[in-house]
């Protein structure tokens, strides 16, 4: 190729993608989503499988280390996290005069970007530092979580207990007692379930921040506000607002036709990638059918089943992670403002795996704009405009 051909050019070419959708801007293997399979992977391994064969601490060691864990290591990793639970006294007690109202997404947000002032290791960003860095916020992040719940109840923080896994310890630090063993097995599938999905929003944005090598507490920081928004993470909250809103599966028909009259969007359904069934949606269905099974009331779950008719037959929308996952949280008890921050206790270990990838072979992430502005504007004084 000449010379001329790797300068870089002066106007990007025309025709830039509206939302960069089907360019891809990394490479990674971190997961792979086949839209028209409707298959996820992560590292090589189908999420079917890793549902139903695998814990969240084993895919942790899978995302970040690209293979499975042999019994030591998978110890060694547990041990890690366990030992990195706790948060700074300092964190908590910032926590305590955060407005009671704040939004808990907004809560983790900012406790995040604090808890790197404690972190005297936070800006070496070598892969062994890096990775112990991934430990701390993945082991802290169900810990901050439900201490912002605690805390704007008027209600201590509960330590958390370094005998339990993540899924075990956030459901018991949330609510001060250990619970089932089935309510700890579903949430420990979810969060297998959310782990990572390729270039998602909010990884895209972790790994513009990382590509600066800012520090990962930075670039999970940004992650968490995009994944805040209701068109990404902050959709499975909406979800279980749009269920309550109709109240009643009678009501359902004639709400979804209303809504999508009036142009609304029925917040769970449709995706950037997916042309059929998301296969999260898969197992969260059948949580929240085993829920309504376990409480005896079958209401939220049958509500659910009926707006999926519904958009399939109106749309042909099929649910998308965010759908289920709202009966069967409500189900479990937990607070809809919850459910953000829950996506993150789980994404916080795809995105650190993302990170791990950008500062492994780093290129700082630059694309261009087509400009569609004007050009050649004359500069007129602000007397004579
Ligand atoms: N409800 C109603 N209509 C929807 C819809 C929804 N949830 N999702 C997509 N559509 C419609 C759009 O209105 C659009 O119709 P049009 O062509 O008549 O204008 C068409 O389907 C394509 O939608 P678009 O938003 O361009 O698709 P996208 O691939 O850019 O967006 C999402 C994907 C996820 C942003 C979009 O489906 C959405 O907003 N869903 C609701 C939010 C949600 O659940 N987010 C979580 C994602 S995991």
């Known amino acids: 190729m000449s010379d001329k051909a790797n300068a870089p050019t002066a106007t990007p070419a025309a025709g830039s993608s509206a939302g960069l959708r089907g360019v891809a801007a990394a490479t990674s293997s971190m997961s792979d989503v086949l839209g028209d399979k409707g298959q996820l992977i992560y590292q090589g391994f189908d999420i079917h499988d890793l549902a139903a064969y695998s814990t969240f601490e084993e895919t942790i060691f899978l995302l970040w280390n690209k293979r499975l864990p042999k019994q030591a290591e998978l110890d060694e990793l547990k041990r890690d996290l366990c ?8 964190v908590i007690a910032l926590m305590k005069r955060i407005p009671r109202e704040a939004d808990p997404i907004d809560v983790l947000r900012t406790t995040i970007s604090a808890l790197e002032f404690y972190d005297p290791t936070s800006r070496n960003l070598s892969r062994d530092a890096s990775v112990k860095t991934a430990v701390k916020l993945t082991a802290q992040f169900p810990t901050l979580v439900a201490a912002a719940d605690r805390i704007r109840n008027g209600l201590e923080p509960v330590k958390p207990n370094p005998q339990f896994n993540i899924a075990t310890n956030f459901l018991y630090m949330l609510k001060g007692e250990p619970p089932s063993e089935q309510d700890a097995k579903m949430f420990d599938v979810a ?5 990572d999905h390729e270039l998602n929003a909010s990884t895209f944005a972790a790994r513009v921040v990382a590509g600066t090598l800012a520090d990962m507490y930075g670039a999970v920081t940004a ?4 994944l805040s928004g209701p068109l990404h993470g902050g959709a499975n909250t909406a979800v279980m607002k749009t269920l309550l809103e109709i109240g009643d599966v009678a009501n359902v028909d004639g709400f979804i036709k209303k809504a999508l009259a009036e ?3 029925i917040m769970g359904f449709g995706h950037a990638v997916y042309r059929t069934e998301d296969p999260r949606a898969t197992h969260l269905r059948r949580f929240s059918q085993e829920m309504g099974e376990r409480t005896g009331d079958m209401k939220w779950y049958e509500m659910s089943r009926k707006v999926e008719e519904v958009m399939m037959r109106e749309k042909g929308l099929y649910p998308n992670v965010d759908f289920f996952s ?5 189900m479990m008890g937990i607070p809809l403002d919850l459910y ?3 996506f993150a206790v789980s994404r916080i270990s795809g995105w650190t795996g993302h990170i791990l990838e950008q500062y492994a072979d780093n290129k700082l992430i630059r694309p261009r704009a087509e400009y569609i502005g004007a050009r050649d504007a004359k500069y007129i004084p602000i007397a004579e405009r």
Do not use: F, N, V
Request: hydrophobic share 45%; charged share 20%.
């Open 83 to 90: 030992a990195h639970y706790e948060i700074p006294a300092e």
């Open 191 to 195: 969060l297998i379930l959310h782990a």
């Open 223 to 226: 992650a968490i506000a995009a």
């Open 263 to 265: 142009k609304r969007k």
């Open 326 to 330: 709202a009966s069967t949280y409500y």
């Open 340 to 342: 953000t921050p829950i």
